[in-house]
């Protein structure tokens, strides 16, 4: 697939196939299947671009929700496209729609593609009479099979990410209830939202810590499985102890089940493991990521980043500072500085869009909901030139011959 193709068919999915999806789900019924579906349509459309058919998944939900709330009369009362969208709180359908576009556009897992797309090497032997060493064989692209040392290597990784994801998820779930962040409680009459803001940061807490663990466990010897197994591992963290921990919270709001805010608390941790994922495989998306949870956390902490525009703001210039970065120090291409400037955004509103804006009583929900997909629609806007300017700012230097042995 060519890629000016892919582009446009990647805007296509993004500003066309998820709103209308949406639409058309919100007057036929089964809205909280809009991304999945979407998802599926993504990665067939976008086969061999798993990035940009997961991205444009993402980006779909908000621009759904932008266009369905817009076109709010047309469907005759009822709650608002952001409430609807997200009817089942705590149910991550976006996000999973951007795993399945990525599979989808994958065709197969990477292993089996670097096995296929990689000759074999020729096998050599040599004279070996008394028998003290053995001929390998030996594969270009190819892994070698485990043996103790990658087990032991691997073993400790995960014990290692699963044990700092719950320390760090099990620290923000006490400092927000102390602090007073997360109430958990008999809310006021007049504090509809009040449910919600704390579900919003059941899902953030073993989100962020997952995807924290899983980059800080990268850099770990894991083998074959130093892309999934950190993130899994991550997630098993936060939900055995984290999980649990938030359920016992929970319970102080007698009026809501809370085995809501426990399967919040694991659909958390699971949009934090597809991040961590994404991000251990693309290294731009790293800073990224990186760089929105420290701000969106301090900025969670401190109420600063619920203003408008200030929030907004912030955070654009963040995402075009990152895009920049990415593109004039590590890549050639402005494709990695794009993904990395536009990966924190959508993180933060993917945990939004699975619980809604909620503008009942005041917008203490509905605030940082619409800045959080303010943000995410116009990180593209601001990615792209940043990145451009980056590169044509970079010096160019003369490339250097050099042999690569594992050609000949």
Not at 119 to 127: D, Y
């Amino acid at each position: 697939m060519s890629k000016m193709r892919s582009v446009v068919l990647a805007v296509i999915v993004a500003t066309a196939v998820g709103p209308g999806v949406s639409v058309l789900l919100r007057v036929t019924g089964g809205l909280e299947s809009a991304g999945v579906l979407t998802g599926l349509a993504a990665g067939g459309l976008l086969r061999g671009k798993p990035v940009r058919a997961a991205v444009a998944t993402l980006y779909g939900s908000a621009s759904a929700v932008l266009i369905g709330e817009i076109s709010q009369g047309a469907f005759g009362g009822g709650p608002d496209f952001a409430d609807a969208i997200a009817v089942r709180p705590g149910w991550p359908g976006w996000m999973i729609g951007a795993v399945l576009a990525y599979a989808i556009a994958a065709g197969r897992p990477p292993r089996a593609q670097a096995d296929q797309a990689a000759p074999a090497h020729p096998v050599t032997t040599h004279a070996d009479p008394a028998g003290v060493t053995r001929a390998h064989r030996t594969t270009i692209g190819r892994l070698p099979h485990a043996d103790s040392g990658e087990a032991g290597h691997l073993m400790l990784s995960i014990v290692f990410t699963a044990a700092l994801a719950a320390v760090l998820a099990c620290g923000q779930i006490v400092a927000g209830k102390a602090l007073g962040m997360t109430l958990w409680e008999a809310y006021h009459e007049y504090d509809g939202p009040g449910w919600y803001r704390d579900l919003t940061r059941a899902l953030w807490y073993p989100a962020a810590s997952v995807v924290l663990a899983s980059l800080v466990a990268g850099g770990m010897p894991a083998g074959r499985w130093r892309f999934l197994a950190p993130p899994l591992a991550a997630w098993l963290g936060c939900a055995v102890t984290a999980g649990p921990l938030q359920y016992l919270q929970a319970l102080g709001a007698p009026y809501d089940p809370p085995a809501v805010a426990l399967m919040a608390s694991l659909a958390g941790g699971g949009v934090g493991a597809a991040a961590g994922a994404a991000a251990l495989r693309h290294t731009g998306t790293r800073l990224g990521l990186v760089c929105f949870v420290l701000l969106f956390t301090a900025g969670d902490a401190t109420g600063r980043l619920d203003d408008f525009p200030v929030g907004v703001f912030v955070s654009i210039a963040l995402a075009a500072v990152v895009a920049a970065w990415v593109t004039a120090r590590r890549n050639t291409d402005i494709g990695p500085g794009i993904l990395a400037g536009m990966a924190g955004p959508l993180f933060i509103w993917s945990v939004y869009a699975t619980v809604g804006s909620r503008l009942y009583d005041h917008s203490t929900q509905a605030l940082p909901y619409w800045n959080a997909m303010i943000v995410a629609l116009l990180a593209p806007a601001v990615a792209l030139p940043a990145a451009a300017l980056a590169r044509l700012a970079r010096p160019r230097t003369r490339a250097r011959p050099h042999c690569d042995t594992a050609a000949r």
